[in-house]
């Protein structure tokens, strides 16, 4: 499931220790950019899914759309050119 690196990312936020420092807008981007490069280096690996179905794997799905949406929001507050793509 696409969406499950972007709760990672909040978790950590809950977890953090630093957590008023984690709430940072410079912060959350940079551990949302690095979410989104792990994601995007991973697009054809399911192998940590434990059980792939056919619309696990359906670009138009519900999964993998939580991904695009998070990764479009994204694109319009990094100044990173990779995201637009």
Do not use: C, N
């Not at 909040?10 to 912060?27: D, G, K, N």
């Amino acid at each position: 499931m696409r969406f499950l690196s972007w709760i990672a990312v909040l978790a950590m936020f809950a977890s953090s220790a630093h957590a008023e420092s984690a709430l940072q807008p410079a912060v959350v981007l940079s551990r949302a950019e690095s979410a989104a490069d792990w994601q995007l280096s991973h697009l054809t690996d399911l192998s940590q899914i434990r059980k792939v179905a056919r619309d696990t794997r359906d670009t138009r799905g519900w999964q993998q759309a939580t991904f695009t949406v998070a990764l479009t929001m994204l694109a319009d507050r990094s100044r990173k050119q990779r995201y637009r793509g």
